[in-house]
């Protein structure tokens, strides 16, 4: 089952399935490169080692890339009327269950990258409109990530093809936006 049925019959035509695609991949990209460039801008000591850096962000999002789809194809289902809370140590269990933590370190190293994400969003310079694009693909994504964690809903092959291309342009995106130096601003002085 998908986890929007809605538009299942609409991906059934190739056209929209392409512009489905394309879409992920390009939405990826474009994220991946507003980030790669952002960092660079906010942490221009970076620049003196844009290659290593570049190098260093691609494999750490390769990797949350190729951790995420699996979890995203088959997530653990959680059913919040079996956790209880009455303790400290159950709370706390809980609530590696609830953000998927207790399966073990390569999922913790996933995590870790999304939440760099948002943490990245929160001390970079980014104007209003790009800052809401990131921002608003982010949040979608987490949104149907928790969908299929706490509903009987799983994802459609397609829809983890989405996933995957959008975690690819991502990645390639972060290696494109960061590979170059950004050139200082010259001033006009007409």
């Not at 209880?84 to 159950?90: L, N, R």
């Not at 999304?114 to 800052?131: A, E, H, P």
């Amino acid at each position: 089952m998908a986890l929007i049925p809605i538009l299942v019959d609409v991906f059934q035509d190739p056209i929209f399935s392409m512009i489905a695609v394309l879409s992920a991949f390009g939405i990826g990209l474009s994220q991946g490169v507003i980030l790669g460039r952002a960092i660079l801008l906010r942490f221009p000591r970076l620049q003196n080692h844009v290659k290593t850096v570049s190098v260093s962000m691609f494999v750490i999002f390769l990797i949350n890339a190729i951790l995420s789809v699996p979890r995203f194809a088959s997530p653990e289902k959680i059913d919040l009327s079996t956790v209880s809370a009455s303790g400290p140590a159950e709370v706390v269990s809980a609530l590696f269950l609830i953000f998927g933590m207790n399966t073990g370190f390569l999922t913790v190293l996933a995590i870790s990258v999304t939440v760099m994400t948002f943490v990245l969003l929160k001390f970079t310079n980014l104007s209003g409109i790009v800052k809401s694009f990131v921002f608003f693909f982010s949040v979608l994504l987490l949104i149907f990530t928790a969908i299929s964690r706490f509903t009987d809903l799983t994802p459609s092959t397609f829809e983890v093809l989405l996933y995957f291309l959008y975690q690819l342009g991502i990645t390639i995106g972060i290696l494109a936006g960061s590979i170059r130096k950004i050139k200082p601003k010259k001033l006009d002085f007409k």
